[in-house]
């Protein structure tokens, strides 16, 4: 009886014996004879310890709530961890590496995480592309710089780029107060428009929904700028002639040359642990190996959870998911507790491309044709801006590209722990269509489309490889769960999946149809990314719905909620 709550990892000076009928009957769970269920009372519980859970977690101990985080894997970070897989003494980010969202990000600046032992690197350039003629165009740490090489490609080019970057300082604050802000984000977005004027704020509307490529044509003459704004797009799902691929490449590109795209010192791991290690200072709780695989919900009201183990733990105040929306609402709740709609609209939430990711050790550093690759820490390689589209084209049609687009972390240039001293711990992703069978020929078949691109820009590449892994789609789900499929944003980026509606057409809030159960992670707005807004505003939520203050917010919530999810 006690052995199962210790391997749940539940336990505590509070341990009661607990079977309330009314929670139990509710959810027809039956147990064996005898059976004794171990359950711990707490304020929260957070499910799952990846970036978002984390955050949340971390900003409800800061308001005094005794907080429980359940893990399912065995290490806590989700998408943010690091291991030597490769080769020993190569350090190796498993998914995330490079971080602007975050550096960026005033939710994850608020944390104070230096004060918990992370610590950030640079590598001396931000970015690179590289064609395979050998030509590059550099996203260098300093604007000017970076302006200065637009400048030589096309007179004017530079100009460009700078005003480009004047018109980001102008919106920089209150425009990500308002992208990571639970909607409608009315105080951040009044500030907007107050620094903006109505013009102003026509032009930024009109930038939201412009495709990159337009994008790029009525910002630049030649080719690089281009390139910068149309390879940082690319990070999304949303192809470059697509509403709204203008804008995600306009904010990464410009968090580049704002924040750059630092790195923890030491592997992405760091950032997840220096989460964790603010949790626990304040009192909080973190458990792995503890899959839960229910939400208890009672009179519609999320009541706590169950775990694999059978071990239940009661929340008082709410329950916050940093699990995908698919697998919240059909595993965890079930959608016989579902308004019709929302099962309705579940059926047609649409991923993001998955990812198909390599990882070398390499016994030196990668000999670019393009000596200004050298120093960056990251470098998109594999097309032009032509190429783009044919990348686009072929993952719309269910192919892989024959020609993919590429984004390579130079991480050892980023942070010289990460690999022995004169080597280099490298890695590559490329999107690639969903419905893949990932046969042991289709994984060899992606993986060498890749370092055939590698070797056009990097002639030798193949002689420095002493260590190579690779993560298919299917192995990064494994390894995560909320990566289904290798989607790793939660969901498509696309403006039909954004805002309002995000995960489905609804509110676009953290809040679900079920009372104190709030979704926390990438597939709630804003999305995808290490900004960690995610699980800050499940809990900022939460937090606003326990005051006797938030009684009449949450009673207009659940009558929206009642009005937009009916069955029509």
Known sequence: ??????????????????????????????????????????????????????????????????????????????????AETVAPGFRTDLFSAFYPLAAGSPVIQGLHLEEHGLTWSRAPSVLAHVLDDGQATVLHSEPEDTAAGLERQSPGDGDAWLRLFAGWKRVRDPLLDALFSPLPAARPALRLLRRLGAGGALDLGRLAVLPVRRLADETFRGEGGGLLLTGNAMHSDVPPDAAGSGLFG????????????????????????ALAARVRAGGGEIVTGARVERVLVAGNRAVGVRTEHGTLVRARHAVLADVSAPALYRDLVGTARLPPRLVRDLDRFQWDHPTFKVNWALDRPLAWTAEHARGAGTVHLGVGRRGFVDVAAALSKGEAPERPFLVLGQMTTSDPTRSPSGTESAWAYAHVPHGVDWTADAVAGQAHRMEQALDRVAPGFQDTV???????????????????????????????????????????????????????????????????????????????????????????????????????
């Open 1 to 82: 009886m006690g052995t199962q709550a210790d391997a749940a990892g539940v336990g505590g000076d509070d341990r009661q014996h607990w079977r309330p009928p009314s929670i139990l009957g509710t959810l027809g769970a039956s147990r064996p004879e005898g059976w004794m269920t171990v359950v711990r009372t707490v304020d929260a519980v957070v499910v799952g310890a990846g970036p978002n859970g984390l955050v949340a977690a971390n900003a409800l101990v800061d308001a005094g709530w005794d907080v429980l985080v359940l893990e399912a894997q065995d290490t806590i970070g989700g998408a943010v961890r690091t």
């Open 250 to 273: 306009w904010l990464l590109a410009m968090l580049g040359q704002d924040v750059g795209f630092p790195v923890p010192v030491g592997g992405a791991g760091a950032l997840g642990d």
């Open 466 to 568: 002493v260590g190579r892994s690779v993560q298919s789609p299917a192995d990064l789900e494994a390894a995560d769960a909320n990566l289904v499929g290798g989607a790793v944003n939660g969901g498509t980026s696309g403006i039909h999946q954004e805002l309002v509606f995000r995960p489905m057409p609804g509110l676009g809030r953290p809040e679900t149809p079920v009372e104190r159960l709030y979704l926390a992670s990438a597939s709630a707005h804003p999305g995808g990314g290490v900004h960690g807004a995610c699980g800050w505003n499940a809990a900022r939520v939460a937090l606003a719905a326990s005051s006797p203050w938030g009684r009449l917010p949450r009673t207009l919530v659940r009558s929206a909620w009642g009005r937009l999810l009916r069955d029509t």
